[in-house]
């Protein structure tokens, strides 16, 4: 894992990407990312696909993109999640994935969120065979 990251460990990479990124983006994955390791202290950092932090326990949990105007957070099984909060606002058509927007200004409802990453961690810890 070190090797094609340079040396450095997943977390390294998502400390420097934190703070490379030095607005409210940063800042905003630097909560979404406390607030998983909050619900889940087992999962797993992992840094994929040249620069996206990924947290995972049992498989992947979600995600935590950055963009220009939006940092995503995606859950790899959102859509057989129960999301009771009505966190989910993005990429609610696909059969598996969905993803919570955040933009700048935006509130983090923290205790839904962690509901949610806790349900995503109970849905992988589940069974395999339950794969979508």
């Known amino acids: 894992m070190t ?8 977390s390294q990479l998502i ?5 490379d990124l030095g ?16 619900a889940d ?4 950092e992992e840094w994929k696909w040249r620069g996206v932090p990924v947290w ?17 957070m995606t ?5 057989a999640l129960e ?4 966190l989910f606002n993005s990429s609610l058509e696909g059969n598996t994935r969905r993803a919570i927007d955040f933009h700048e200004g935006d509130e983090i409802d923290e ?15 589940s069974g395999r065979a339950t794969n979508a």
């Open 23 to 38: 607005d409210w983006r940063g800042a905003t994955l630097d909560r979404v990312r406390a607030l998983v390791k909050q």
């Open 83 to 86: 999301d009771p909060s009505g």
């Open 3 to 10: 090797d094609e990251n340079g040396g450095n460990s997943p």
């Open 15 to 19: 400390d420097a990407k934190i703070k």
């Open 56 to 72: 995972c326990h049992a498989g992947m949990i979600c995600t935590g993109e950055t963009h220009k105007k939006v940092v995503k």
């Open 75 to 79: 859950f790899a099984k959102g859509a």
């Open 41 to 44: 202290p087992e999962a797993v």
């Open 111 to 125: 205790e839904a969120l962690k509901a949610l990453i806790r349900a995503a961690v109970a849905l992988n810890t």
